[in-house]
């Protein structure tokens, strides 16, 4: 589960359709074991405390039991992926705010008052057209186009070889690149006309991808772990907040993120003696997420140092509320221009 992808799209919808803002002040990781995550939100016009209970809708159970129990001082809100009519007359009975990924909204919380209902996801919940070049496989072609220069006007195979998709599926992003007004021909080749869009619509939906390609969650209680790994035994490369280091020597990271390559999770686990969310860490332990390399042949990707490409480091360092973590990806974000 993403709680952070569902966060942000519920809150647009919201700002979308009512104007209304809302923002993130504090965010809870999600426990082992836990079936949602947690956020304090504040909304313009009013003064009133929320914490947010993040859940993904089971098509099966429904939202299924809700918490009540809240924090003294604040009042209970729910974001989910979708709530139907029935969830969402219930929840009202039950006095808990809610917003969804579709659009529906309920609000009290004087002076602010927003009850917007009825809203349906369409197949594969809501992707339209425009929404279904940024699912798993045009994610990682867009990353490709954007991380190698010169790939725009490469031939299909090669595109294919460094997205790691098949070369069926590169006409047709190429095309809904091009629909959508991100690329354009100039002077007999293909151009970008709006790199800068595309980057931020990338960073916003690359948390789906990265779900995807987790292997899983480890702990170590050695200081500076990555500092002395052997990468290329595992075919890998560095990310999350250990890249931002090379940004600001004085950041002191907290976690890391490790992209190994095919079969190599089981050595590395080995080799560093991680230990998993239920076993016991010492006083400074450190969160590792380690991950599938997701992208296939690289020109440019491997140039940063044993650090996965800035526009992945710097993703990455977005989906996060820590905002130290969100200064250092300011500063990567001036390499991707």
């Not at 809501?126 to 190698?148: H, P, S």
């Not at 976690?255 to 079969?263: L, N, Q, R, T, Y």
Request: hydrophobic residues 35%.
């Amino acid at each position: 589960m993403n709680e952070r992808a569902i966060t942000t799209k519920a809150l647009n919808q919201l700002a979308f359709q009512t104007g209304l803002v809302g923002r993130v002040s504090g965010f809870a990781p999600t426990p082992a074991g836990c079936d949602h995550g947690e956020a304090l939100i504040k909304f313009d016009k009013s003064n009133a405390k929320l914490v947010a209970e993040l859940r993904k809708w089971d098509a099966n159970g429904g939202l299924g039991k809700v918490v009540h129990q809240v924090t003294e001082g604040y009042q209970k809100l729910l974001i989910c992926d979708y709530i139907s009519d029935d969830e969402g007359a219930r929840l009202r009975e039950s006095n808990i705010n809610y917003l969804d990924n579709v659009g529906n909204a309920y609000l009290d919380i004087p002076p602010v008052y927003v009850l917007i209902q009825g809203k349906k996801p369409k197949d594969n919940f809501g992707l339209d057209r425009a929404d279904k070049l940024f699912t798993e496989t045009g994610l990682k072609v867009i990353l490709a186009l954007l991380a190698n220069r010169g790939l725009l006007n490469a031939n299909y195979r090669k595109i294919a070889d460094h997205a790691n998709v098949s070369m069926g599926t590169i006409g047709w992003v190429l095309r809904e690149l091009k629909h959508q007004a991100y690329i354009g021909h100039k002077g007999g080749h293909m151009a970008w006309k709006n790199r800068g869009m595309l980057i931020k619509k990338w960073v916003d939906e690359y948390p789906c991808l990265k779900e995807k390609s987790l292997v899983g969650v480890y702990y170590t209680d050695r200081k500076n772990w990555w500092q002395t790994i052997e990468l290329d035994n595992y075919e890998a490369l560095l990310g999350g907040q250990i890249a931002g280091v090379d940004y600001n020597t004085e950041f002191s990271p907290e976690s890391g993120e490790i992209f190994v390559g095919k079969h190599k999770h089981g050595n590395l686990v080995r080799d560093l003696e991680l230990l998993s969310a239920d076993q016991p860490h010492g006083k400074h332990r450190f969160r590792i997420e380690v991950y599938r390399k997701f992208w296939g042949q690289t020109e440019e990707m491997n140039l940063f140092d044993n650090l996965v490409h800035p526009l992945i480091s710097y993703a990455s360092l977005m989906d996060t509320w820590d905002p130290k973590s969100r200064e250092l990806a300011g500063k990567i974000a001036k390499q991707l221009s």
